[in-house]
Nanobody, 117 residues
């Protein structure tokens, strides 16, 4: 079992920035991908950004050029730098760890991001 703890959410005005952090309870394996998802009220949870152990990244179209996902120097941390925030970015953001070969996925409890207009 892996525990994921997110932090860094909060209230920010449109155009502002936030950095989310996720710390896992163990080092991330080379076969694992870490990602950030978000869920707004009434919407399904969607992938925002993901990063592989090799550093490959992918982003949801609406956040490209504004958000950056990165790994920390520690082998168990991932960040999401969010710039030029928009009210439509308001959601609960969840950290995810996925081990595709083993068919396992873990979730954090989420951190709320609210962007005011």
């Amino acid at each position: 079992q892996v525990q994921l703890v997110e932090s860094g959410g909060g209230l920010v005005q449109a155009g502002g920035s936030l950095r989310l952090s996720c710390v896992a309870s163990r080092s991330i394996f080379s076969t694992e991908t870490m990602g950030w998802y978000r869920q707004a009220p009434g919407n399904q949870r969607e992938l925002v950004a993901a990063i592989t152990s090799g550093g490959s990244t992918n982003y949801e179209d609406s956040v490209k050029g504004r958000f950056t996902i990165s790994r920390g120097n520690a082998k168990n941390t991932v960040y999401l730098q969010m710039n030029s925030l928009k009210p439509e970015d308001t959601a609960i953001y969840y950290c995810n760890l996925r081990n595709t070969p083993l068919g396992m996925a873990y979730w954090g409890k989420g951190t709320l991001v609210t962007v005011s207009s």
